[in-house]
């Protein structure tokens, strides 16, 4: 009994257990404990199984509504759950393009990089990389800082989708490639505008190769199963395309030999072959392709980002 005086075992049990309780002889006076026990155990058992059924009868009284609405809601996580898409894509050639390269969701807002890339260690990499012959400490610093403002982020973001149309998705996605070179171009022109102009020689002096790498590491880190086609030529060729957009010059020797990305683990561009990447069109001219490009030097991709400072359109 409890502290009421009521049963205890009359308020837990309900129906058949009930019955068994009453039913059931009390322990002789003269039993062991160990039978005492044992009965206890049975009466617990019974105890439990009564409470299992009231359970599953409380579950049986559920309205025919709710029922129908707790079936809607698995249903539909169940089709929730069938339409994700592919975690993870290995081979460049399946990537798939976001919405903000397929569609300006909003002015100038360059199309984000796969969620898997590091971007900022792949930056702290490229700036050990470049050789800035024996500037300070500070004016690295400072340099860095120019490289990881939101329009340099843009400008790389977006050419690495351009490049991924370009090369591996070759005339599928012309629309696509003019509208990301026009907001690469747009954000070249904020990011000119935003580097002081005692820091403009400077700073440009470095960026084509650092965005070449930045556009590289990514696919590279993105796409493992495709690393054979990022070898020297493809990156020679990121180099001599982003020079010329850049700065209206197409080097004629390229040389990406300090190139490392090392996150860690030692360099993991030394085990890449050197295949030509699967756009053969560009083989015979790699000048050529990085300043005429499909449609002659005013098609996507073709014309020079250099001269877009004094275009009044973008502020310049």
Request: include cysteine; glycine fraction near 8%.
């Amino acid at each position: 009994r409890n502290a009421a005086g009521e049963p205890t075992v009359a308020r837990r049990c309900r129906g058949p257990a009930q019955v068994t309780s009453r039913a059931r002889p009390s322990p002789r006076p003269g039993g062991s404990a160990l039978t005492m026990a044992a009965d206890a155990s049975k009466v617990s058992f019974l105890i439990t199984e009564v409470e299992d059924q009231t359970a599953e009868a409380s579950l049986a009284d559920v309205s025919p509504a709710s029922s129908q609405r707790s079936a809607g809601v698995t249903t539909a996580k169940s089709e929730v759950t069938m339409a994700l898409p592919m975690t993870a894509v290995f081979r460049v050639e399946d990537a798939e393009l976001p919405p903000d390269a397929t569609s300006d969701t909003q002015q100038f807002a360059a199309a984000p990089l796969p969620a898997a890339i590091p971007i900022d260690k792949v930056m702290s990499n490229i700036l050990q990389n470049l050789d800035f012959k024996g500037w300070s400490d500070h004016a690295r610093t400072t340099w860095f800082k120019d490289f990881k403002s939101p329009a340099s982020k843009a400008v790389m973001s977006d050419t690495f989708w351009f490049c991924i149309c370009w090369y591996f998705k070759a005339g599928r996605h012309l629309d696509v490639e003019k509208r990301l070179f026009d907001r690469i171009s747009a954000n070249f022109v904020f990011l000119f505008e935003a580097v002081p102009a005692t820091r403009k020689d400077f700073f440009f002096r470095y960026y084509a190769d650092a965005a070449a790498q930045a556009v590289l590491y990514a696919m590279f880190l993105a796409y493992p199963k495709s690393r054979v086609s990022f070898a020297d030529k493809f990156r020679r060729e990121l180099v001599v395309r982003i020079s010329y957009w850049t700065t209206g010059i197409c080097p004629e020797f390229v040389d990406t030999s300090h190139w490392k990305l090392n996150l860690g683990g030692g360099d993991v561009l030394q085990a890449t072959s050197s295949p030509a990447w699967p756009r053969s069109a560009a083989d015979a001219q790699v000048t050529a392709g990085a300043s005429g490009g499909r449609g002659g030097a005013g098609g996507a991709g073709g014309g020079s980002l250099a001269i877009l400072p004094s275009i009044s359109a973008f502020g310049g």
